[in-house]
Every structure is written in C-alpha cells, then in structure tokens.
C-alpha cells in the first residue's frame, strides 16, 4: 500500500509538472511549481460525521422536550430534526471539499497564479501583492484590484477581518483552500514578497516618499493611520518608545505624541506584509532625530519569528549638577519606590489587615484557647484579605490609565481630528454609565458613600503629599514613615465602606475636620497660581466640592458625638428642609444652578478677553471716564464677586447633600431609640400587670399578703430608720435585694428575649413619629405602672397588725420589695408576652406573695455568694459570717436580710453592714429609693 501512494504521488508530481502548467508568462518569470489540495479521504468524512454527531444528539433532545411541552405524539418524524442537523452540515462541507480539490496555485519565480474551480484565476506579482499572516500556513493574499485569495483553514470569519482589507474593496475567488507540501510554498510566497518588495519600500521612505501598507503609512516622518472620516492619526519616531509584535503576534505601538493613541495595538493579521511593516519601521527609527526625552518602559519584546527586532529610544543625557532640572522642589521630585506601586501595597496591606481585625476579633476572647482561635481566625482572615486587596489594588491602578489613556486621550484626540460622532458616542458610552451608576450609589448609600468620598479625597491627598516628601529621601526609615498611614487609610475606608461610621460617629474623627479645612485651602491657594487659565478657573469648582462635602460631613458628626434627641434631630432635618424648599423645585435645578455657577467661573478666567469685551460692551457711557480708583474698585469688586461666588457653590452643594446624608447617617440611632422605647414601653405594660394581679390578689385573701409584715420588721431591724423621716437607703436596698431573691424563688423560666419591632416607615420623618408617638405611649404606661404600684403597696400595708414603723415608711419599703420582685426579674416579660397571647401564664398573685423561707434562704445565699465571686472580694470573710454551704434548720428571716445588705453593700459600697465582704472597687454606686423600683 505504501508503495503504491508513492508511485501515485510520484505520478501526481509529475503530472503537475508538466508543459501545460509552465505557460510562458514573462510576467511573472519560469514557473516552479504547481500545487493542489489533496482529494478528501473516507476517513475524513467518517471523522466529519463524528464531529456532528454530538450536534445532532443534542437537537433530538430539544425535540423531545418540545413534544413534551406542547403534548405531542413522539414518532418517526421526530428524528428528522435530528437528521438533517447530521446530514444538512456534512452536505454543505462535502461539496466544499469537493469544489477546493479543483483549485490550482501556479507558483512562479515572480509571483502566483490561482485558478478557482470555475477557471477564474488571480494573477498575483510578489512587488504588488499585499500577504496577511495569523501564523504558520494560514494566508490571506490580495492584489491592488482587490482580488483575494486565502490558503489553510479559515482563521478569522467576515466580521474579524477574515475576508475584508481596510481602504479596499475586494472579491475572494478562493476561500480556505488546504494544500499539501505545505513547508514550500509558504516560506516561498513570503521570501518572493520580502525579496521584491523591502527595498523598493525602504528606499521610499528614507527618500521622503510614504509606503502605505493598507491603513497604516510609514514615511520618515513618523507613522500615519489612514481613518476614512477626519483627520488622520501620526506620530513622529522621536515621539515612539517602542515598536514590536507582542506574544500573540499582533503590533503594539506606544508613543507619546498627542496626535496618536498612547498605546495602539493591531493584530497582526489585519497588517499588510507586517515583516516588511516592521523591517522598515526599524530602519526609519533607527535614522531619526535623537530624543530628548527619556523613553517609556519597553513595550513586549517581538517574537522569535519576526523577522527583525525593534530598536528602542537612546538613553537621555545625564543631567549635569546645578541645572534647573536639578534644582527642582523636593515636591516634585520623583520617589525612589514609584507611587503607583506604594499605592498598590497599601491597599493589599490594608484590606488584609481589615479582614484579619475582623475576623481576629469577632469573638469574646476567654482563654488560652481562645487566644490560639482568634489568631488562627486573623491568620485566615489576613490571607483573604490580601488576596482581594491585590485583586482591588490592581483594578484601582488600573482605573487611570483606562479612563486616561484610552478613554480621555481617545476623546480629546478624536475630536481635534474632526471625528465628532465617533468622539459624542465614546462620551456617551463612558460617562453616561458611570455617571448612572455613581447617581444610584448615592441614593442607596448616601452615609456611607459621600464620607468615603471626603475620607479617600483628603487622606489620599495627605499620603500623597507625604510619599512624595518622604519617598525621596535616602534614609530607609524615611522613606517608609507614610507605610503606615497608607495601610491606616485603607483600613478606615474599608471600614467605612463596611459598617459606615468611621466619619459621622467616631469621636476621634473631629481631628480630621481642621485637616481637610486646611488642604482644601492650600489646594485653592495652589491650583489659582497655576498658570493655566484652566486650573485657576477650576479653583473655585474644587474648593466649593470640598467645602460642601465637608461641611456636610461635619455636621452629622457633630449631632451624632453630640448625641442630638430625636426632637433636636427633627429641628435640625426641618431647617435643611426648609433651606432645600427655599425656591420650592426640586433639588436637581439647585444642582444645575451649581453647575451654570461652575461654569461661569470656568468661562471668566479660561476666556478673559471675551469677557472683558462683554463687560466693556456692557458698560455705561456715563462712567467710561470715571475718575474713582477703578483698578483698586474692581479688583474689590472682583474678589469679593469670587468669594460670594465660592459660598453659593458652597451652600448650593451643602443644600444637595445634606439632607439624604444626615438621614442615612442618623437613621441608625433613632431606630435604636426607638427600639429602646418599644422595649420599655413593653416592660411598663408587664409591670403594670404583675401589679394589678397583686393588688386583686390582696383585695381576695388578705392573709397572704400579710405575711410580709415579718420581712418588712426584719428590714426595719436591720436597718433603722428614723420615725417620721423618709426611709434611709440601706433599707430600702435590703428590701429591693429580698424581692429579687423572692421572684428566684418561683423558678419560672426566663422568656426568650424577642427582637422589638421596626418601625413600619422607611424614611426618617415617619421613624420619628414612630418614635414620639412610641415615647407618649411609654410615659402612659409608666404612669399607670407608678399608680398600679402604689395601689397594690397601700393593699398590702392594710393587711398588717400595728407595727411599730409609719405608715409612710411601710409603703416605701413594701413599694420597694415589689419593685424588686416585678421589675428586676423576668416578671414583667412574663406578663407581657402572657397578655400578647405569645407566652406561658404567670404566676398568680398568690404565689408571688407566698413565702418559703428555706427556699428563700437558699436563693439568697447561692445569688449573694456568687456575687462576692464576681465582685473578687474576700470569701473568707464572706464564709466566715454566713457559713460554707446554705444554713440549715433556720426558719428566721434574718439570715435572708443579712444576705441582702450583703449583696447590697457589694453594690453601693456604702451604709451599715458589720462583718460584710467588700467589693475591692469599693461598690458601684447605685443608691436606693425611687417609686416603683425603676432605676
């Protein structure tokens, strides 16, 4: 078999060989050699079917489904998608095949001829034959009348550029045609078309002439980008740092000059004769004037298959001491570390360091191992972090050159060449997103957002000033003092980002308000002695922007650290109202009243000669001769215009800003208000109802309430006070700590606590009705909780014998005994989930008056001893008064009342109690006394 496609190939051979494919054709010189794709292959065909059966597969499935859906009756016909989704494509490639192996490429000492499958040829001369290449054996060649031909498999398809030349109409005769012998005629077109056309082009150009090479020109001048409408693209070489093929094979060219992109990029198949392109490119570099500037950073090196390399620019002169270059300001002097590589640390740094601070701290840490956990939770965190800050560092750098390089020098250049619908649909495309999605920002983030803002604009400006002070220095400590800052900012901003309060509720932030209030003046200062009318005129713009985003920042600072009342909040929300309403429209036409004032400051010092000649135009005859100070008068007028000008903005902005600010920032503490008033509100009602439950537990069975004549004597005995006069506080604290330890005694589970409602209102007028309709309710209820307890004290004071205490006294101390048994427990939850219907019932009157004294013993001794523990006082004191373990066989009182001025005397550190531990701190301080036991 192998012998026998030898001799077939041989025959072949010799066939094309032959008299009738060396036609004279003095044209094109003595003919080398003829070539025709080879004849398709069953196995071909098999591995086609392969190809398209997965295909086929999948649109037998989708028939399916479709009956299926629609309820249709699975059948024969039902494959016939299938099938023709097989044979409908292997079909159409079968008679491709069939038609390319009638082709023929003619090759010539001189040039090509192709011959189509209908006998049209293409005669191709290698000094006018344009080739494009996307790699090895993949060819597109055209001749000047536009006919094309390719060879090897379709790279690019009509819309990529597979067919179509810029600056050219063509017809392809040959489409795709696959060869054999593939590593002759490939390396011999290209050498054909290299060997008549580089020195004819090169010669050209170094006389002066252009060599165009489809769009792109090449002269001595520089490089030219033919463009179909406007003004065409160039670049000098001297303003070209580099000129090379990058991996990928396409041509990357940066340059600086203004007239052309800062880094154009073209693949390489879209370039006529690119070896030629860029053989002659070198040559013109290499003789053009010598630079003065120093060069960029090299471009990517050219591949190995190019077929020359790409010179760079000469290195600049050094600068000799004492020139004016080397008198420059230290400002401006360039750091050893380059500043968008510091910036880029930093926030990896800083992100990494948030992410470990959060992580590392989320838990309480108790212990050993807790410590080992929370390090190994910062570890993790740390790790995250920097990974996500690498990946935020890398887009934050490359947000300028983006928006610089190819967006603004794109915008700017198009329109001086006269591109201006090119030029209007890169702005829109550009700024109206940006410009929308910043627009919902800040109307979902307005607190977080417009802070961020302040604190990335005046920390960045800082840390930038300070790199470029410190970054120059030669001492390594130096250098890295404003490391540290930088990562601080980055953390703070995260923060801000995250949880929102690093600017409008830290206390420690009122040292950054006199710090931006001084950069936004030495800012002003410098940008109106530029000497660009441009920066001056934007003066006024930015200090206005930073005047206002300040001012509005400030102020939810100061009524957040001031903790503003919510009726404060509402008078201050009602002035910016009512500033904002001055003009009853809607804030959008103060915004463009903003804007026309921005623009008439940028119109009066970008174009002083036309204004000056409207205002001479303008002027009164009567006082063209005036004799006042004019200069003196209209610089007075023209400063003060400037600072009236600048508080407008100002007051414009603030107006804008405030109000969505200051209700995003304070709507936080007033829904914590709010809850706190739900919550107590709730509580009232509870206490209000345990009382009411005891008062007619009384007014039923007065002998149980009787019973707490004992306790009451024996707080009395333990704690005197005087007839007549007021209870002193030592009784009535014994008498609130007896109440506590009653309410332990009726060992009822503690509810779960249950999250207090929102309010209903999103905004934060309604949250403050809430708010003061919920404060209204809780007075009521605390009202009515002050009556109920006083009713229910005055009950059970009726039901005692004489005693020897007023009756004032026994109120008090009764009064102060409920307190601590409703209040200071679970009681009043108890009830008021029990009224909502959500909980268990409480306990009866009865059984809330129902002493056991045992019992009670207990609770006091367990509840007072763990007290001395937490308290970190002396238990052997405590041990030695009351015993190790709870007393026995004791049905008095007294130990229970001597166990609660203990406890009493660990609180409030104060009053008589003989032989009580005390608290190392010396108590807390709370006093005694008060109706109804609300502290």
Known sequence: MGAEDGARNSADEGAQDGPEDGAERPELGPHHHTYRPEPGK????????????????????????????????????????????????????????????????????????????????????????????????????????????TLGAAHRGLVLGGERIRGLRTRTVIRGARLSQEEEWGPAIRQGVRDAQLVPATETALAGGEVPFADLVLSRDGLTIRRRRGQDDFTAWEDVDSLSLTAEGDLYVTSRGSDFPTHFIRPGYQVANLEIFLDVADRLRADRPRATRAPADPAPTRTPASASTSTSAPAPAATPPGSAADTRDDDDAEPLIPVPELLSLYVAFGVAAYAAWRLGTRDEIDGMGSVLLAAARAALGGLIGAVLGIGLAAAVMAVPKVVGEVILEALIRWFRHRRYVAAAVLALCTVVPSAALLLVLFRAFPSRLVPLVVLLFFGGWTLLLAVRRCGTSERLVVRHLPDLPGVFLVFLATEQLVSGDVLTLTPAAGLFFPLAFWLALRGWRKLSESVRP???????????????????????????????????????????????????????????????????????????????????????????????????????????????????????????VAAPV????????????????????????????????????????????????????????????????????????????????????????????????????????????????????????????????????????????????????????????????????????????????????????????????????????????????????????????????????????????????????????????????????????????????RR
């Not at 002998?703 to 506080?729: C, H, K, Y």
């Open 534 to 656: 441009t920066v001056r005129a934007a003066a006024d713009i930015v200090l206005s922007v930073q005047l206002g985003l300040v001012l509005t920042v400030l102020m939810v600072w100061l009524a957040n650290v001031l903790s503003f009342t919510p009726p404060q909040v509402t008078v201050v929300r009602a002035v910016v109202e009512k500033v904002q309403g001055l003009t009853e429209v809607h804030w959008l036409y103060w915004l463009a009243a903003y804007t026309l004032l921005a623009v008439g400051s940028y119109a009066v010092l970008r174009w002083p000669d036309r204004v000056a000649r409207v205002r001479q135009r303008l002027r009164p005859a009567r006082f063209s001769e005036s004799r006042l100070p004019a200069g003196a008068t209209a610089n007075f007028v023209r400063r003060s215009l400037s600072g009236v000008n600048v508080g407008l903005m100002v007051a414009l902005l603030f107006v804008v």
């Open 42 to 149: 069953p196995a071909a065909y098999a591995l086609l079917l392969l190809a398209l059966t997965p295909f086929s597969a999948l649109v037998y499935l989708l028939t399916l489904l479709l009956c299926a859906l629609f309820g249709w009756e699975v059948s024969l016909a039902t494959g016939v998608p299938a099938g023709l989704a097989l044979l409908g494509p292997f079909t159409v490639r079968v008679v491709w095949w069939r038609r390319h192996t009638r082709v023929e490429f003619r090759l010539y000492e001189k040039g090509l001829v192709a011959i189509a499958a209908d006998g049209t040829e293409a005669v191709l001369l290698w000094r006018t034959t344009a080739v494009f290449t996307s790699g090895s054996y993949h060819y597109k060649l055209s001749n000047p009348e536009g006919t094309v031909v």
């Open 662 to 933: 200051s209700e995003g920032a304070w709507r936080r503490p007033v829904a914590e208000r709010y809850v706190l008033e739900v919550q107590r509100r709730e509580y009232a009602e509870g206490a209000a109802a345990a009382y009411k439950e005891i008062h007619q537990q009384v007014s039923v069975n007065p002998r149980a309430a009787a019973r707490l004549r004992a306790v009451i004597l024996a707080v009395d005995r333990a704690a005197p006070s005087t007839p007549g006069e007021p209870v002193n506080g030592t009784a009535l604290g014994i008498a609130r700590h007896v109440g506590r330890f009653q309410a332990a005694t009726l060992a009822v589970d503690e509810p779960a606590p249950q999250p207090a409602p929102a309010p209903e209102a999103e905004d934060l007028g309604g949250r403050l009705d809430e708010l003061d309709e919920n404060q209204q309710r809780t007075a009521e209820r605390e009202e009515q909780t002050d009556r109920f307890a006083e009713l229910a004290s005055l009950a059970i004071t009726r039901t005692f014998d004489a005693v020897d205490l007023g009756d004032s006294q026994v109120v008090q101390l009764v009064k102060e005994y409920l307190g601590g048994l409703v209040e200071d427990g679970p009681m009043k939850r108890i009830f008021h989930r029990w009224g909502e219907g959500i909980g268990t019932p409480p306990p009866d009157g009865g059984r809330l008056l129902r002493i056991d004294v045992r019992r009670l013993t207990s609770v006091a001794y367990e509840r007072t001893q763990a007290a001395v523990r937490r308290a970190d006082a002396d238990l052997l004191t405590f041990y030695g008064r009351f015993g190790v373990g709870v007393p026995a066989d004791d049905t008095s009182l007294a130990p229970v009342i001597d166990l609660a001025n203990q406890r009493r005397y660990l609180q409030q550190g104060t009053g008589p109690c003989a032989g009580c531990a005390g608290s190392p701190n010396g108590g807390s301080g709370t006093g005694g006394g008060g109706g109804g036991g």
